[in-house]
């Protein structure tokens, strides 16, 4: 295991100013957090954050991110806490830490190939500062490093995922050494047959034809030197995996296949670059279609070189890059070199030439971009704190329970989530957990959340989410379904209030003798002037009229006198009789008030449990002045017989016998029903009281009636409609 001083001297090797006391705290601390934790080899488990710190300090990294390595397991693996992080090592590390303790919760999420795609989108996205990537690449690493240990199942599963995530990851982030060492450690575990064929035929060929290399490198260097140019050239075999995927990409056979050799020129400056290439071309003849400039026209992760294959000494294909000294670092320590050589003309020179030229059409931009801003800092060190990467900020990644990844525009809703996941799934919505917890369905979603949808089949989704949602497929689908399920309930509304007032006049009438008449109400068909009636744009009297029924006012009071008659109905569960809400939607009145029909009301939808009806008089609702995406309009529809409805009413009484008695006497002549009687205290007051009552009546009139008759009594000074 490396000691605390020989890692301490590791970075102040190439970094003098590092803080040394920052670094032997958080060995220490990791060291003491981890304890006697084993790794599954069998060693101590801090071996593991220091191997990560060794890999990150080769790459000449700062710091913070060297302590951000050694802290990297301890808050997901040990007691340690991001807080407690945050006081001992201060913010910087803190969110450091914090970031990988993120990504690390990632490992639920299922990893299949057909995401890989959106789960690197995703670690970038969370990794809102560099240093947190390199930091995971470098613990990706090592723990590949130490896979023998692991049991075959995880180890296949963890060589695949890195495969699909992490390699390419390195890659684009212009990595290369780590790209290729997690490549042939995964190479060989996922494909071990191929792994062994290609081996086996490479060590014949050497067998076969000695050490070609050296005698290439050889010829190349005496056409420089005889030139006069400072070159130097390094020849190696190319590794297993690159051999196969090339065979793979190219149907090869291992023999078909020339250039199993590649070389590198490593030159001064850039237009050294070009000479070299000049030489080379005049000394040996060009393979046609081989020549490529990488430096004009730069990949996508700042790759540069020029490639080159040429028909060399004993006629073998020699296939060659390049470069210059600071081309090579980047190429092959990618984001990690630049905080190096950021200050270096050449980069910048080099770089803003190629830049011009160079289509911004790859999906990786933001490398460049980074890349760019790799330019503006005084210090490397300054740079690496201050990169903070901004990917992908017009998206948020979710998952589903069982690991799907959602990709969704920032500010989606779990309304959205649903839709996304299927149509059918967004009707039914009714609740959501966002990781694990119940939550609002207008909670705006979080890069990693997971979100379970609950859903009812009874549901239709309420026409307020048409503002909650954020994705236009939500938006139609929501539209879609409430128009149909709102014009069907208008409709059947309609034809109810209709039926009932034929009823009452002891008659009936056909659709047919119905749509003959409605033209008159400028309609064109029986159903569009019932969906009228139900939506409240026609009343059930006009269709009588219209089909000429004398409609006498009277009838309606001796209806509703019979009415108040009648016992209550306790315990019948009946529906809420309101429009303007889809069918199955839970419905509730405002306790405080209650609510009566003939009275104004409004709704107000809470996601996830459902609407609440309040008069429009409440004061409650100024709460919601700021949200007018929560309010639906809400309208009475049909009451059954003999329905009743809550309404909270406040009395101010002469405090003196029989009072109350009085105040009982007129609701049970009336009709009314108490709920709920509530003796208000007033301090310092003997000679009134005030009460509270919720009452159940049939309507608004009936109500009235009763709190005129209230007003009427002697005791009574005061009777009004709470409006809390
Ligand atoms: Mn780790």
């Not at 929501?478 to 006049?505: D, N, P």
């Amino acid at each position: 295991m490396m000691r605390q001083y020989e890692l301490v001297e590791r970075v102040t090797r190439y970094d003098p100013d590092a803080n040394e006391d920052l670094l032997n705290r958080a060995y220490v601390y990791a060291m003491k957090a981890h304890g006697n934790q084993k790794r599954e080899s069998g060693e101590a488990y801090f071996n593991h954050p220091l191997e990560v710190a060794a890999i990150l300090a080769d790459m000449k990294l700062d710091d913070a991110t060297i302590a951000a390595a050694l802290l990297h397991d301890t808050v997901e693996d040990t007691g340690a806490t991001t807080e407690e992080i945050g006081e001992k090592f201060g913010p910087e590390i803190a969110a450091l830490v914090d970031g990988l303790t993120k990504i690390k919760q990632l490992d639920r999420v299922t990893r299949e190939a057909t995401q890989a795609e959106n789960l690197r989108k995703l670690l970038l996205a969370m990794s809102k500062d560099v240093r947190v990537l390199l930091v995971k690449l470098a613990d990706r690493l090592h723990n590949l490093r130490t896979l023998e240990h692991v049991k075959p199942e995880k180890r296949t599963r963890i060589a695949q995922e890195t495969m699909d995530i992490y390699a390419p990851l390195a890659g684009r982030m212009g990595m290369q050494l780590v790209r290729d060492e997690m490549e042939d450690i995964c190479f060989r575990i996922l494909n071990p047959d191929a792994n062994k064929t290609i081996c086996d035929r490479l060590d014949r060929l050497h067998a076969e034809s000695g050490d070609v290399i050296r005698e290439i490198e050889r010829a190349l260097m005496k056409v420089f030197q005889d030139r006069g140019l400072n070159a130097q050239v390094f020849g190696r075999e190319k590794r297993p995996y690159s051999i196969w995927r090339k065979m793979e990409r190219k149907n090869l056979s291992l023999d078909q296949l020339s250039d199993i050799f590649g070389f590198r020129v490593i030159v001064d400056t850039l237009d050294d670059c070009y000479r070299a290439l000049g030489m080379m071309h005049r000394a040996w003849r060009a393979v046609p279609g081989r020549f490529k400039d990488y430096i004009s026209t730069p990949k996508q992760n700042d790759y540069r070189s020029l490639h080159t294959t040429v028909v060399g000494p004993h006629h073998m294909r020699v296939e060659m890059q390049i470069r210059t000294r600071i081309m090579h670092e980047i190429a092959e320590r990618g984001v990690a070199a630049h905080a190096l050589y950021k200050d270096t003309a050449e980069v910048k020179v080099a770089e803003t030439g190629a830049r011009e030229g160079a289509a911004e059409s790859n999906a990786y931009r933001w490398l460049r971009h980074l890349m760019e801003v790799l330019q503006e800092g005084d210090s490397p060190k300054e740079f690496l704190e201050h990169t903070r990467l901004e990917l992908f900020h017009d998206q948020v990644f979710c998952f589903t329970p069982k690991g799907q990844l959602i990709a969704l525009p920032r500010g989606a809703t779990p309304i959205d989530f649903a839709y996304a996941l299927h149509t059918s799934i967004g009707d039914s919505c009714v609740g959501c957990r966002i990781n694990g917890r119940h939550a609002p369905l207008v909670t705006t979603l979080n890069n990693g959340d997971e979100v379970e949808i609950i859903r009812s089949d009874a549901q239709v989704p309420p026409p307020a989410w048409e503002a909650i949602a954020k994705t236009g497929k939500a938006k139609a689908a929501i539209r879609r379904a409430t128009r149909a399920a709102i014009r069907k309930q208008f409709a059947g509304l309609g034809r109810e209030i209709v039926t009932k007032l034929l009823e009452r006049h002891k008659l009936t009438y056909s659709d047919k003798q119905i749509a003959a008449a409605v033209p008159r109400l400028g309609h064109k068909n029986a159903d569009d002037a019932l969906a009228a009636v139900g939506k409240g744009d026609l009343s059930g009297t006009d269709i009588l009229k219209a089909l000429g029924i004398a409609v006498d006012e009277g009838d309606i009071k001796e209806a509703r006198r019979r009415l108040a008659q009648k016992k209550p109905e306790k315990g019948g569960a009946s529906a809420i009789p309101v429009r303007g809400v889809a069918a199955g939607m839970a419905l509730k009145f405002h306790t405080a008030t209650g609510a009566v029909p003939g009275e104004r009301i409004v709704g107000i939808v809470t996601p996830g449990e459902g609407i609440t009806i309040y008069p429009i008089f409440a004061q409650a609702l100024e709460q919601f002045d700021s949200q007018p995406e929560r309010w639906v309009d809400l309208a009475w529809g049909v009451a059954e017989e003999g329905q009743r409805f809550p309404a909270r009413i406040h009395l101010n009484l002469v405090n003196e016998v029989g009072a109350l008695a009085q105040v009982t006497q007129v609701i049970g002549e009336q009709g009314g029903n108490i709920d709920e009687l509530q003796l208000v205290k007033r301090e310092g007051v003997s000679d009134f009281f005030d009460l509270t009552i919720l009452l159940e009546v049939f309507d608004n009139r009936h109500l009235n009636d009763i709190m005129n008759g209230l007003k009427a009594k002697p005791s009574v000074t005061q009777a009004v409609r709470v409006t809390g």
